[in-house]
């Protein structure tokens, strides 16, 4: 998931917190560790902090980060 995948689905930039709260909507695997599914469907809400105030520059070096860190081990605790 990243940011991209926001502006892809929703046409809106989004700053990292923003996208960090919807990670889980992107990411079943990680969802299901935070929501288990249950028999009754569910409906959830992600709430926003309204960050989308970021240049599509700011974009670039974030994925120029997120690049230079891909082979690091990063571990997701609960």
């Not at 990411?27 to 028999?39: I, T």
């Amino acid at each position: 998931m990243t940011v991209y995948s926001v502006l892809d689905d929703h046409k809106t930039l989004v700053e990292l917190a923003c996208a960090t709260t919807l990670a889980p909507a992107y990411a079943p695997e990680f969802l299901h560790k935070l929501v288990p599914p249950g028999p009754v469907p569910q409906n959830l809400v992600f709430i926003v902090c309204g960050g989308f105030k970021v240049p599509i520059q700011m974009l670039g070096e974030y994925s120029t980060i997120v690049e230079n860190h891909a082979r690091d081990t990063w571990e997701v605790r609960f």
